[in-house]
């Protein structure tokens, strides 16, 4: 599959890229010593280097046999080629080929199943599964959201705001990642959304949320030995990492989040086919089964919708599959780690001096997919579909919520207001899912005439429903600038207010008022008649069933529209169940007295 992806799709296309450019296949940013001292430092590792070195030749002579043609045979996809060229040459020819390294297990027992280390180990006998490290780009992200998963604080449809972040830097400085594109800038989106389309700005959110520290402790617990500078750009991918080591980490969560050793050699047997030695992969708890499940739902959306979907929609391979692309800086090299139920494969497509880059543009989903696709569709053919971890989310123990995806709590009436931001149900931990509801939303019908809270008087067509979004000094958003803020959420409102408390702070419209009661006034009088005719019915005897029972049903949705702060909706009720107390007193009243005997 390497071999043939390389060879007829992604090579091609290099060679046509690089076609008639100047110092191709370097990059253009690169001065000619640059190129230079790249070209010595590789002829300085060459086989022929060596020899001559180790034979006692000079410097000089040799510099000078590097530059003298000799026959030679070099590669390429359509067979060897014997050929005339100098040395040098020949380093440079080299240095047109992309390089690639394939790993992959079985998601149970750690067996793996393939090792490429490169496209041709005759002639580049470099390992790119162990010996590389590389930054691996977007394709760290999935620690970093593990680890929000994990807290319970979020849910995959939980929405953060999609504007910058920045941080103070030790040394004064202050570092801002920004985006590759400008897709939905500026406003709420879920963390589905953003870990499926690699949202830099959102990732920097949840690591500023938590720290350097903690997304490297959940790292090291899948598999990731590889040196993690605690520092916040480790968000964005910049680590470097061996393809191994992302492997068997990607590995955990197809596993229900028990890191499994890569298990190379499974058995030995003697010339008889007796089993002489059995090696059992060495397995570690590194989250939970709920947290593991959580995440394979987030990166469903990197091949459904997100910078994986190429899988899909091009190459249609419909099966239960979760990952992540990556694209490292400056596109020098590109990845693609992909989960099924069966098997998890990563791959790395790139240069083995980073300095050398792809054609701008490239990226994980668009280059590295497709030669996960190429082979995944031949090893997974006829096998049996089935989810990868297959198991009732209920008997992991998560629980479905509806929640306000701006506050992560459970949803009102407000939450549902708001157009922009409707309530979404998902799963959660069941011991972290929320359980008070959102003190965020507050819905308000304001009178344009004076921008003031309506009352029953205002004229329909100037009164309009507003859905205020509360940001206290305790919520993360509380921090962000108000160019920002009020991008992502029009309608929020700085405050150290309580619900209450800013409703009451909000103008009553007096345009239209006709001396009736103000919102706060009629919500405080029906509070009162509820509580006198609640007392009532619980000390009056020989209250007919039929008469008590229309006054709790009055009660009740009373009580229901209290809730809100809509004046239409509160005070006809009040006065429904202001009418018929009234109406039952004078009825009990005149019984008494005809009992009196008038």
């Known amino acids: 599959a390497v071999r043939k992806h390389m060879g007829e799709s992604l090579q091609p296309a290099f060679f046509k890229h690089w076609k008639g450019v100047k110092n191709a296949p370097f990059s253009r940013d690169l001065a000619d010593s640059d190129i230079k001292k790249i070209m010595e430092d590789a002829m300085k590792r060459s086989d022929r280097y060596g020899r001559m070195k180790r034979a006692g030749v000079s ?29 040098w ?35 580049f006998q470099y390992d790119h599964v162990k010996m590389s490290k590389r930054q691996v780009g977007s394709t760290f992200k999935p620690f970093l959201y593990t680890l929000a998963m ?28 920004e985006n590759s594109d400008d897709a939905r800038e500026g406003q709420m989106v879920t963390l589905k ?43 964005l991918g910049t680590p470097e990492i ?40 060495k397995r570690e708890e590194a989250m939970n089964e709920e947290t593991a499940y959580l995440m394979l739902e987030l990166m469903k959306g990197v091949v459904t919708s997100g910078t994986g979907a190429r899988i899909r929609y091009r190459f249609g391979l419909n099966y239960p599959i979760a990952g992540k692309t990556g694209t490292n ?84 009436d407000a939450c549902k207001d708001d157009p922009d931001h409707k309530p979404v149900t998902d799963w959660f931990l069941a011991d972290k899912a929320p359980t008070e509801y959102c003190d965020m939303h507050v819905t308000v019908s304001i009178c344009s005439a004076e921008n003031a809270i309506a009352t029953q008087f205002c004229p329909p067509e100037l009164v309009q429903t507003i859905s205020y979004i509360l940001i ?32 009451a702070s909000l103008k009553t419209c007096t345009v239209h008022s006709d001396g009736s009661l103000s919102i706060f006034q009629l919500k405080t009088q029906s509070q009162d008649l509820i509580q006198q005719v609640s007392d009532y019915l619980g000390s009056a005897a020989n209250v007919p069933e039929d008469r008590k029972n229309q006054l709790k049903d009055d009660i009740a949705a009373l009580e229901v529209a209290l809730v809100g702060y809509q004046y239409s909706e509160i005070e006809p009720l009040y006065q429904a169940l202001k009418t018929d107390f009234t109406t039952l007193q004078s009825d009990m009243a005149a019984q008494t007295q005809q009992n009196n005997g008038g």
């Not at 040799?62 to 067979?79: D, E, H, L, N």
């Not at 099924?340 to 990563?346: C, D, G, I, L």
């Not at 600038?481 to 929020?492: G, H, I, Q, V």
């Open 242 to 281: 061996s393809l191994y080591e992302m492997t068997r980490a990607f590995n955990t969560f197809a596993n229900k989040g028990v890191f499994v050793e890569p298990n190379i050699v499974q058995r030995i047997e003697d010339k008889n086919g007796n089993v002489v030695e059995r090696f059992v992969a």
């Open 472 to 503: 206290r000094p305790d919520n993360p958003l509380y921090a962000f600038d108000d160019e920002y803020l009020l991008k992502a959420l029009p309608t929020a409102v700085r405050t150290e207010l309580s619900t209450e408390e800013f409703i």
């Open 89 to 123: 040459d020949s380093l440079r020819y080299s240095f047109f080929y992309l390089h690639a390294g394939l790993m992959s297990m079985e998601t149970t027992t750690g067996a793996v199943k393939a090792y490429v280390g490169g496209i041709d180990y005759k002639y």
């Open 329 to 412: 800086s400056d596109y020098a090299s590109v990845y693609f780690a992909g989960i099924t139920p069966y098997y998890v494969s990563t791959l790395w497509v790139g240069h083995d001096y980073p300095v050398n880059k792809l054609k701008k543009g490239s990226s994980g989903g668009d280059e590295a997919a497709p030669l996960w696709q190429a082979y995944m569709s031949k090893i997974l053919e006829g096998m049996e579909d089935k989810p990868i971890i297959d198991a009732d989310p209920t008997s992991l123990g998560l629980v479905k919520r509806t929640i306000c995806p701006v506050s992560g709590l459970l949803a009102t």
């Open 150 to 177: 994990q807290e319970g604080e979020f849910s995959p449809c939980t929405q953060v705001p999609n504007i910058p972040v920045a941080f103070d830097m030790p040394d004064g400085t202050i570092w801002s990642p």
């Open 193 to 235: 959304w953003a870990l499926a389309n690699s949202v830099n700005y959102i990732s920097a959110y949840l690591m500023k949320r938590y720290s350097p520290e903690a997304v490297i402790k959940i790292a090291r617990k899948m598999g990731i030995t590889a040196d993690i500078p605690a520092v916040p750009s480790i968000c």
């Open 59 to 87: 410097r000089d002579s040799i510099f000078k046999a590097f530059r003298t043609p000799v026959p030679m045979t070099v590669f390429s996809y359509r067979g060897e080629i014997d050929t005339i060229m100098t040395p």
